[in-house]
């Protein structure tokens, strides 16, 4: 048997995705929270985790965290879909909704990579419409290829990774008035940016925020949670694996919602670090940093860039590198870590570029 016979060209034509495992002192490639969790809740997390059923399926559909979070995020339970991280959810999103021959899933580009990889192995064809060279939306491409290819879901990751910033407000909002597709505003990094569309989320019933617990200090769980109109979680339910969310994260997500203020101090300290290590970037001679809302800075590094990034590794730390071609061609981005971690990639950088 030939098995490749058997599997999509689509899957055949991708790698997997492609996920660092070099083993550096400083990680700085995930845009993971560096901070471990304070001491009361690590003791918290194994004082309720102690007692729980491993013998026993969790409670499929995670009702006990649709209810925390509606009374988190102000909403109806009917409103909200908990998934495997918001990866699953956007799985889900994409298996949920129509494949088109001209394309059903638009995206701006650069973006978040795992809207194109799942909607490519899902059986759709993508639209991707170039940022400005400001790393905003060009809007009115956007808006021509709505009218014209009529996409089934729009992504935009709010901020944006990997350029870090958010899009004007404005412009997605035109962006929703003009489609009746879905728009799916991936709110992964709202905690450093301090903004959303939340309270506007009866505004559209075609607006769906995702938020995910992995860049507030819990990436382990996998936890990801969908906001959406009452219709669209119904559909999207159907196709959400039973027990998708184990029982450790279901329990340590309701922890999260009760203790939200000491998860989030976390995220403060990100934004300062962020703020430190932004105006140090731009002070290296040859670097050109990126403005960002999110826990993570976005540079350009003009001289040797592979070379540049293959000897932050010798010293011991990792960063996300970016193909050589394109508008990020010249690009690293840094995670924001612990201020210690922060000093030591500086530090690092600077001699790299000494040539030490
Ligand atoms: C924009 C964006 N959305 C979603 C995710 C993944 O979130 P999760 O860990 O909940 O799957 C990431 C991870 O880097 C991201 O950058």
């Known amino acids: 048997m030939n098995?490749?016979?058997?599997?999509?060209?689509?899957?055949?034509s991708q790698e997997a995705y492609p996920v660092e495992e070099t083993s550096c002192r400083i990680k700085l490639d995930a845009n993971e929270n560096p901070y471990p969790l304070p001491q009361f809740l690590r003791?918290?997390?194994?004082?309720?985790?102690?007692?729980?059923?491993?013998?026993?399926?969790?409670?499929?559909?995670?009702?006990?965290?649709r209810r925390d979070f509606a009374r988190y995020y102000g909403v109806s339970e009917d409103m909200i879909l908990i998934g495997n991280g918001s990866d699953e959810l956007i799985n889900i999103l994409l298996t949920a909704v129509n494949p088109s021959l001209s394309?059903?899933?638009?995206?701006?580009?650069?973006?978040?990579?795992?809207?194109?990889?799942?909607?490519?192995?899902?059986?759709?064809?993508?639209?991707?419409?170039?940022?400005?060279?400001?790393f905003g939306l060009d809007t009115d491409a956007m808006l021509d290829a709505i009218a014209d290819k009529k996409p089934a879901i729009i992504f935009l990751s709010y901020p944006n990774n990997p350029t870090g910033r958010c899009f004007d407000r404005?412009?997605?909002?035109?962006?929703?008035?003009?489609?009746s597709s879905l728009v799916v505003l991936d709110?992964?990094?709202?905690?450093?940016?301090?903004?959303?569309?939340?309270?506007?989320?009866?505004?559209?019933?075609?607006?769906?925020i995702l938020r995910t617990l992995s860049k507030v200090g819990l990436?382990?769980?996998?936890?990801?949670?969908?906001?959406?109109?009452?219709v669209l979680v119904h559909q999207l339910n159907k196709i959400r694996l039973p027990y998708n969310v184990n029982i450790f994260s279901q329990v340590v997500g309701s922890l999260f919602v009760e203790y939200s203020g000491d998860f989030l101090a976390l995220a403060d300290r990100v934004v300062s670090g962020r703020k430190w290590l932004f105006d140090e970037l731009m002070a290296i001679e040859?670097?050109?940093?990126?403005?960002?809302?999110?826990?993570?800075?976005?540079?350009?590094?003009?001289?040797?860039?592979?070379?540049?990034?293959?000897?932050?590794?010798?010293k011991g730390v990792l960063v996300k590198n970016?193909?050589?071609?394109?508008?990020?061609?010249?690009?690293?981005?840094?995670?924001?870590?612990?201020e210690e971690e922060n000093r030591e990639f500086i530090e690092s950088l600077k001699s790299v570029i000494r040539g030490e």
């Open 103 to 134: 394309g059903s899933v638009m995206f701006p580009i650069p973006t978040f990579a795992m809207y194109g990889i799942v909607a490519l192995n899902s059986g759709h064809n993508t639209i991707e419409v170039p940022l400005n060279g400001r």
């Open 170 to 179: 404005g412009d997605i909002e035109r962006i929703l008035e003009a489609s």
């Open 43 to 65: 003791h918290m997390i194994s004082e309720r985790l102690k007692d729980v059923s491993l013998n026993r399926y969790p409670d499929p559909g995670s009702p006990g965290l």
């Open 322 to 338: 970016f193909a050589s071609t394109g508008i990020l061609g010249n690009c690293m981005r840094v995670t924001v870590g612990t």
């Open 3 to 12: 098995i490749e016979n058997i599997i999509k060209n689509a899957v055949l």
């Open 286 to 314: 040859g670097i050109t940093p990126y403005p960002s809302d999110a826990n993570f800075i976005l540079f350009s590094c003009f001289m040797g860039k592979d070379d540049v990034y293959a000897r932050l590794i010798d």
């Open 187 to 208: 709110e992964a990094y709202c905690n450093f940016s301090g903004k959303t569309f939340l309270p506007d989320i009866d505004r559209w019933d075609n607006l769906v």
């Open 219 to 230: 990436a382990a769980l996998r936890l990801g949670i969908l906001i959406g109109h009452p």
